[in-house]
């Protein structure tokens, strides 16, 4: 017994962790991702045929990104060399850069992968720009977040873009099944563990690999050995889970995604979708307050005068969730979500804001009329401020046909209200207005 334990030792504590021994290293270990490597895809193709060029991974952590460009380095005929935007800067990137053109001079081929290429700023990205237009690197760059706005566009367009699903669970029990019988992995050792509990792990993995290869191994060295062998249970896996991180970023692509999700499940009356992404939110550790003030402009934006009190509902949920705080404020949050989801909707007030904004952005900025001009001086009263002001609270039913757009833009419509809701009565009553001044 002592032996086996001895040797379960030796797989956990004295060599590297169980993600990196086991890291697939040909196309037959690779788990996922068959829709750019797959037997006659164009991504397995390019790098069977060794004919790689400058290409973008871009993917959620734990999704193959480093693996395939490891595997590119084990089929492809050229110099590979691994780059961390995480601990380099200029200086390096211009030693790698300097021989990068040697090898070229000599015929030979060099292949540059970046890890994190987002991490990067302008000017560091700028530094590969002519080598790649040379030729004197191929670049492979992986990244978490999206390209379109964290690599430069120049570089961008040089580039392929391959896009790394998260794995499912089915890939993810394959990965930690083929860890436990790899021989880098715990092949050979009395490891016993029932099928539903590496689904649990896989659940929870979030579909990142890495993740799910990490708590296998932390629920392997927690378990403790009994007559010779390992037997994980169900309870080990959920200690070693405690709480579930969701995949949420607060500052990356998955935070705008999220948001999005949850405007556009309101705006399309989805009560439940809402709540959900709006719990994926708060339990993945954001903001409540940010949620809130998100809700406040959606009230406006997208419910308006169709539901005068989504505006009320949503300022009183942020003040309630500041008062209050997490986890309490979920609730008051959850109001506020199922309320706008159930509003009648009108964009009415948006789009009159975004038309008048185009307007005075794009036309000539013409002065104010004068008859809308106070008129405190003398000069200013000689110069016409105020003539021709006609007061609405003179006039019958509170209307006059004063004209208070400026001369080039005096036939414009922005706000067109809706028939939605309450916004009905508002469409009514500037019909009636527009009839009204129409005969003065």
């Given at each position: 017994m002592d032996y086996v334990q001895n040797s379960i030792f030796d797989k956990m504590l004295h060599k590297a962790p169980l993600a990196d021994r086991v890291r697939p290293r040909t196309f037959q270990e690779y788990v996922g991702q068959e829709h750019i490597i797959g037997n006659g895809k164009v991504l397995r193709n390019i790098i069977q045929s060794?004919?790689?060029?400058?290409?973008?991974?871009?993917?959620?952590?734990?999704?193959?990104?480093?693996?395939?460009?490891?595997?590119?380095?084990?089929?492809?005929?050229?110099?590979?060399?691994?780059?961390?935007?995480?601990?380099?800067?200029?200086?390096?990137?211009?030693?790698?850069?300097?021989?990068?053109?040697?090898?070229?001079?000599?015929?030979?081929?060099?292949?540059?992968?970046?890890?994190?290429?987002?991490?990067?700023?302008?000017?560091?990205?700028?530094?590969?720009?002519?080598?790649?237009?040379?030729g004197n690197?191929?670049?492979?760059?992986?990244?978490?977040?999206?390209?379109?706005?964290?690599?430069?566009?120049?570089?961008?367009?040089?580039?392929?873009?391959?896009v790394l699903n998260p794995l499912d669970?089915?890939?993810?029990?394959?990965?930690?099944?083929?860890?436990?019988?790899?021989?880098?992995?715990?092949?050979?050792?009395?490891?016993?563990?029932?099928?539903?509990?590496?689904?649990?792990?896989?659940?929870?993995?979030?579909?990142?690999?890495?993740?799910?290869?990490?708590?296998?191994?932390?629920a392997i060295s927690s378990t403790p050995m009994e007559s010779g062998k390992l037997n994980l249970t169900k309870k080990i896996i959920e200690e070693c889970l405690n709480k579930k991180t969701l995949l949420y970023d607060k500052k990356g692509d998955e935070h705008y995604n999220i948001i999005s999700a949850l405007h556009k499940s309101m705006r399309n009356s989805d009560p439940n979708a809402s709540v959900y992404w709006l719990a994926r939110m708060l339990e993945g550790g954001e903001d409540p307050l940010y949620v809130a003030r998100r809700l406040i402009r959606f009230a406006s934006e997208d419910v308006g005068l169709a539901d005068p009190n989504a505006l009320q509902i949503t300022v009183s949920a942020y003040e309630a969730s500041h008062y209050i705080g997490m986890p309490e404020c979920t609730v008051n949050l959850t109001q506020a979500v199922v309320y706008l989801a159930m509003a009648p909707k009108s964009n009415a007030l948006y789009t009159a804001y975004e038309s008048a904004k185009e307007d005075a952005l794009n036309t000539i900025a013409e002065g104010v009329p004068l008859q809308l001009r106070n008129a405190p001086t003398k000069l200013m009263d000689s110069l016409g401020y105020g003539k021709d002001y006609k007061y609405a609270h003179s006039a019958d039913e509170k209307l006059t046909n004063m004209q208070c757009l400026p001369d080039n833009l005096k036939h414009r419509q922005y706000y067109k209200p809706t028939q939605e809701g309450l916004e009905k009565k508002v469409y009514e009553k500037l019909e009636y207005i527009n009839a009204v001044k129409a005969k003065l």
């Amino acid at each position: 017994m002592d032996y086996v334990q001895n040797s379960i030792f030796d797989k956990m504590l004295h060599k590297a962790p169980l993600a990196d021994r086991v890291r697939p290293r040909t196309f037959q270990e690779y788990v996922g991702q068959e829709h750019i490597i797959g037997n006659g895809k164009v991504l397995r193709n390019i790098i069977q045929s060794d004919n790689v060029s400058s290409m973008i991974l871009w993917g959620p952590p734990g999704v193959g990104k480093t693996t395939l460009a490891m595997i590119i380095a084990e089929i492809t005929c050229a110099n590979f060399i691994t780059f961390s935007a995480a601990t380099s800067g200029i200086k390096e990137i211009k030693e790698v850069m300097t021989k990068a053109t040697e090898n070229r001079q000599q015929g030979i081929r060099t292949i540059l992968f970046i890890d994190e290429i987002h991490r990067f700023n302008k000017s560091q990205q700028d530094a590969f720009l002519p080598h790649v237009e040379k030729g004197n690197i191929v670049l492979i760059g992986a990244t978490t977040e999206n390209p379109s706005f964290e690599v430069n566009s120049a570089l961008l367009s040089r580039s392929r873009v391959f896009v790394l699903n998260p794995l499912d669970i089915n890939d993810i029990i394959k990965v930690l099944k083929n860890a436990l019988l790899d021989q880098r992995g715990y092949a050979g050792l009395p490891i016993f563990v029932e099928s539903s509990l590496l689904e649990i792990i896989a659940v929870f993995s979030n579909g990142d690999a890495r993740t799910a290869l990490n708590l296998l191994e932390l629920a392997i060295s927690s378990t403790p050995m009994e007559s010779g062998k390992l037997n994980l249970t169900k309870k080990i896996i959920e200690e070693c889970l405690n709480k579930k991180t969701l995949l949420y970023d607060k500052k990356g692509d998955e935070h705008y995604n999220i948001i999005s999700a949850l405007h556009k499940s309101m705006r399309n009356s989805d009560p439940n979708a809402s709540v959900y992404w709006l719990a994926r939110m708060l339990e993945g550790g954001e903001d409540p307050l940010y949620v809130a003030r998100r809700l406040i402009r959606f009230a406006s934006e997208d419910v308006g005068l169709a539901d005068p009190n989504a505006l009320q509902i949503t300022v009183s949920a942020y003040e309630a969730s500041h008062y209050i705080g997490m986890p309490e404020c979920t609730v008051n949050l959850t109001q506020a979500v199922v309320y706008l989801a159930m509003a009648p909707k009108s964009n009415a007030l948006y789009t009159a804001y975004e038309s008048a904004k185009e307007d005075a952005l794009n036309t000539i900025a013409e002065g104010v009329p004068l008859q809308l001009r106070n008129a405190p001086t003398k000069l200013m009263d000689s110069l016409g401020y105020g003539k021709d002001y006609k007061y609405a609270h003179s006039a019958d039913e509170k209307l006059t046909n004063m004209q208070c757009l400026p001369d080039n833009l005096k036939h414009r419509q922005y706000y067109k209200p809706t028939q939605e809701g309450l916004e009905k009565k508002v469409y009514e009553k500037l019909e009636y207005i527009n009839a009204v001044k129409a005969k003065l």
